[in-house]
């Protein structure tokens, strides 16, 4: 999980040095609460609250500003925010500007990576405690005006945490599951995503690695070949696939969807992991539950399974 946390970060940013600064951000009849976060910013004008995410989007150009809440301390995240693990995520170093806002530490970061045929520029305000780390993306197409990509940095800029307020992720989530019968419990959410182990917190101690990941998407794609589509999701998790032994169709809460069970390739201390993963489309858009372990493969196949079973939309 530990891992898979930095990875994400990864995916995300990119930098170049400059210099510090100092923000008191106050609130204004122009903030608006994220929903279901601890932020409160100026979103851009033409910006609308995201559906999909806790942020907001512009329909017209695609571009984006989004809140990601991390159950990692800021002092752990900040390190991955190195130029040569970014560079190999795909990431070009752009900015890196160091702040001090509202009274703690913070990043701006400005980077540029290419996906789905386009290139996108992103800013990315980073802080937080030792308990959580917030990421604030603002995302937006090269191409587009430079005026646009100023008014995504000032929002980003505009951030206001307030740490004395409560976030109930489980409650904040359009979906659920049922954790009767089983010894998992929540331990964690990262964006449109509820971490569940055993013990509750993250990174996991069991000896079994036991973990279980619901999860929404962001976006909205056209999905024509949905069967191809699991498989190579499945494939884009930071775990090498050695095989896939079964993928079959699966219908759930109305939705249809596929049902995969593959397994790792051995890492450096010979351990594999059993995977499980389940895919439900919903119009555009999908929900993916992800089960993995590396010991006890029958007993926690037949949790993961019996969790996938209880889900459904609120």
Do not use: C, W
Not at 46 to 73: E, H, K, R, Y
Not at 111 to 133: D, P, V
Not at 282 to 301: A, C, P, T
């Amino acid at each position: 999980m530990k891992k898979a946390v930095f990875i994400y970060v990864a995916l995300l940013l990119s930098f170049s040095l400059y210099g510090q600064q100092n923000i008191a951000n106050e609130t204004t009849a122009a903030h608006v609460v994220v929903q279901n976060t601890k932020i409160s910013l100026v979103p851009p004008v033409d910006f609308s609250v995201a559906t999909n995410f806790a942020g907001f989007q512009q329909d017209s150009s695609g571009a984006s500003i989004m809140v990601v809440d991390l159950p990692a301390p800021f002092s752990e995240i900040a390190k991955a925010f190195t130029p040569e693990g970014l560079k190999t995520q795909g990431m070009d170093l752009l900015q890196k500007e160091e702040l001090i806002l509202n009274g703690i530490p913070a990043i701006l970061i400005k980077g540029e990576q290419a996906a789905y045929g386009n290139t996108y520029h992103k800013y990315t305000l980073a802080f937080g405690s030792e308990t959580e780390s917030i990421l604030i993306n603002g995302t937006y197409q090269k191409e587009d005006d430079a005026a646009l990509g100023e008014a995504i940095k000032s929002a980003v800029l505009s951030s206001i945490y307030d740490t004395s307020k409560s976030v109930d992720p489980l409650e904040s989530a359009d979906f659920e599951i049922a954790l009767t019968g089983t010894d998992m419990v929540f331990a964690a959410s990262v964006a449109n995503s509820l971490l569940f182990n055993r013990e509750g917190q993250i990174p996991g101690t069991a000896t079994d690695k036991a973990a279980f990941i619901v999860a929404k998407s962001f976006s909205e794609m056209e999905i024509p070949d949905k069967k191809a589509f699991s498989e190579n999701r499945l494939r884009q998790n930071p775990i090498t696939i050695e095989s896939i032994k079964s993928t079959v169709p699966i219908r759930i809460d109305g939705l249809d969807g596929f049902e995969i069970i593959a397994e790792s390739k051995p890492d450096e201390l010979g351990k594999v992991l059993e995977l499980y993963q389940v895919i439900l489309f919903s119009d555009k858009q999908y929900y993916i539950l992800f089960g993995s372990s590396e010991e006890d493969y029958e007993k926690n196949m037949a949790v993961f399974k019996s969790l996938t079973q209880t889900f459904k939309r609120k």
